[in-house]
């Protein structure tokens, strides 16, 4: 079992940046391919950012490609999610999420939301225009 908690979350105005970070709580972090999905009212959740078990391969949505960077601690048991150049369509609820944990490759990520079983309940990111 997994345990997740995001914090960060908050009201910025447009172009500007938060940091978001997830703690889990788990025996073997590194089991873990992680991700960052985010969910705006009326909306179906979407995926964000993903990074794989050593923090080596990272994939993100076109939409925040170039802005958002996502990273991890493992000795910390924590990944973080840097956004930049924040502007008003990225207001949502941000959720971070842990897969399945069965992954051997330690490259290996998915951008699926279906393939991540563990979730936090979520941060909310504001941008003001």
């Known amino acids: 079992q997994v345990q997740l908690v995001e914090s960060g979350g908050g009201l910025v105005q447009a172009g500007g940046s938060l940091r978001l970070s997830c703690a889990a709580s788990v025996r073997t972090f590194s089991n873990y391919a992680m991700g960052w999905f985010r969910q705006a009212p009326g909306k179906e959740r979407e995926f964000v950012a993903g990074v794989s078990r050593n923090g080596v391969s990272t994939s993100y949505s076109d939409s925040v490609k170039g802005r958002f960077t996502i990273s991890r601690d493992n000795a910390k048991n924590t990944v973080f999610l840097q956004m930049n150049s924040l502007n008003p369509e990225d207001t949502a609820v941000y959720h971070c999420?842990?897969?399945?944990?069965?992954?051997?490759?330690?490259?290996?990520?998915?951008?699926?939301?279906?393939?991540?079983?563990?979730w936090g309940q979520g941060t909310q990111v504001t941008v003001s225009s």
């Open positions: 999420a842990a897969d399945t944990g069965l992954r051997r490759s330690w490259l290996a990520l998915s951008t699926k939301r279906i393939e991540y079983e563990f």
